[in-house]
């Protein structure tokens, strides 16, 4: 999980950096954190970087919280923004650039771990847990799946930018799934239906143009999986379809 902490006062940003990592260690949930004394780098950084949580001091020496966190709503709408604040009466202004929560500062060992076990529990419910490397553990957005397949060991597991290899076998992988999502397509591979662009002979092409092997006698089933869940912008060869 990659998260942001723009705070300038040390004492704050050492603060949060150590208790979110504890928390997130105890929850065997691996974390990279990057921490920022201001509004500019921090901006800067989504050029290259995407995170699932942002802490932003709201009263930051040289910038306002509240703007930083309009123009981080500019470049990205999912990001969990977490406000950390001393003055409660301006955390409800948090709501017009579609924060998630706000930690008044004075009440900062109290509030740090319930915003966390609220964030965590929703954030899992649309993620699934990857074991990959020495036990290390990454939580995956299931809508950034783009296809899974047996490696003979466990599975391989691709995303439109990753590719993660976990000792979890497909079959233990699949149930986790929300039912309907994904479509085998050959023996232990599957593909998230709703990303699938072509259906040709012998393979499909799913987003970002990589293609997969169909089997034959997987073939119809895919197509029909493809049109219950696709509106349109599927493909298929005319001398494809019986």
């Avoid at 902490?5 to 929850?27: A, N, P, Q, T, W």
């Avoid at 490696?151 to 149930?175: E, N």
Wanted: with cysteine; proline share 2%.
């Amino acid at each position: 999980m990659k998260i942001a902490v723009c705070e300038d006062e040390k004492i704050y940003s050492d603060l949060l950096k150590k208790r979110v990592e504890e928390y997130f260690s105890e929850h065997g949930v691996h974390t990279e954190i990057s921490v920022f004394q201001d509004s500019e780098p921090l901006i800067s950084s989504l050029a290259e970087h995407t995170y699932d949580i942002i802490f932003l001091d709201i009263q930051l020496e040289n910038s306002d919280g509240m703007e930083t966190a309009a123009a981080i709503r500019k470049a990205d709408r999912k990001t969990a923004i977490i406000f950390v604040t001393g003055l409660e009466n301006r955390a409800v202004e948090g709501y017009s650039v579609a924060a998630y929560d706000y930690i008044v500062k004075s009440t900062f060992d109290d509030r740090i771990e319930k915003v966390l076990d609220r964030f965590l529990n929703e954030y899992s419910r649309g993620t699934v847990s990857l074991t990959i490397g020495n036990d290390e553990t990454v939580i995956v957005p299931v809508n950034d799946i783009l296809w899974i397949e047996s490696d003979g060991r466990g599975a391989v597991i691709g995303t439109s930018d990753t590719q993660y290899s976990t000792v979890q076998p497909v079959s233990r992988i699949i149930p986790l799934l929300p039912e309907n999502m994904f479509t085998e397509i050959y023996l232990s591979v599957f593909v998230q239906t709703s990303k699938i662009v072509n259906i040709g002979n012998d393979s499909v092409e799913i987003a970002g143009g990589k293609s997969l092997p169909v089997s034959r006698r997987k073939r119809k089933s895919v197509m029909s999986a493809v049109m219950k869940s696709v509106r349109g912008g599927v493909s298929c060869r005319a001398k494809d379809i019986h």
